[in-house]
């Protein structure tokens, strides 16, 4: 798997992809993550817009026993996470301290394609398509820490139990 990274040209994607349809990354809830580095093209500021994308299929609760961390990069209140609960809360995505809860559940042993894109005009979840939350912007820092999919950056927990395919960052 690679995530191919933001390139110069806009008509280049990145996006973590397996190798065929058929194909996609287990992670075990346990200690199974991907570190991408500290790379600075994975920062993202109030001042631009950027967006998440993935196609989750959440298997249930990580080892912290709340849920488990899609991607992110975090590290001391600075930085971003997108999060899934185990319970009513569902999708988060938490920057600099502050959390934005979508209140939308994900099922387990369910594919879904979840996007996080914050613009100008405030910060939006979509599942399957659909608008299932919005609010207005945070203040989103850097961090210093990697970008991790699958694991909490800032700490060695909240890992993702389940599989992750086609995650673009953009």
Known sequence: FNLLRRPALPSQIPYLTGDDDNSYAVFDGVDDHINYGSNIIYNFDSSRDYSFSVWVNYAGKGVDGTGGTILGRYSASSGYIVYNYDDSRGLLFQSNGVVFISNYHLNNNQWYHVVYSKNS??????????????????TLSVASSSFYIGRYSSSDTQYFNGSLDNVLVL
């Open 121 to 138: 005009s405030g910060q939006f979840f979509f599942v399957n398509g659909i608008k299932v939350a919005n609010k207005s912007i945070d």
